[in-house]
């Protein structure tokens, strides 16, 4: 995860939440989800929410010796702000199912990395801050053009070569 992305990953608390919590993403008519992988360690299943003006990655996997669960969500920075709030709601909706030890995968502000279980309204009440300082960051970097992005497409939206 860089400069171009941001995103939390959920360890959840409980074991075998990985077929509940892939129902809750099924439950989104926006969410694609694409096919299982497994591995004789880890199954896991990538997938993509999309409604025309946003994009939003996932990947759900389930370490299946030990049945725990984790939940990864990005977006590209140079989205329209508009995806922050779909991002909150949708985090937010997941937790108030399951407690998860959550992760921030970038922080501009670098106050918390992470929020133990029971701090789902601690976390909501810090993304919408979190996400604005680090479009703040991305935008002192590379311009402030904003579009729908998906999240492997965020440098050459600005107009960089990736190789």
Known sequence: MG??????????????????????????SEI????EETTVSYKSITGQYSDGNHFIDFQLAN?????ECTLAIRFSLCSYPSIDDV????????LTS???EVWLMTSALKEKNNYPPGELSWLVSALPDEIKAMRRHWQSLFGTKQGTVRVEDSFSFVGLKTI
Do not use: W
């Open 32 to 35: 694609q989800l694409r096919d």
């Open 98 to 100: 399951f407690e998860a």
């Open 63 to 67: 370490q299946i010796a030990r049945n």
């Open 3 to 28: 400069i171009d992305l941001f995103g939390v990953t959920m360890h959840f608390v409980e074991t075998g939440v990985y077929e509940p919590v892939k129902e809750i993403l099924k439950g989104y």
């Open 87 to 94: 991002f909150i709601q949708i985090v937010g909706h997941i």
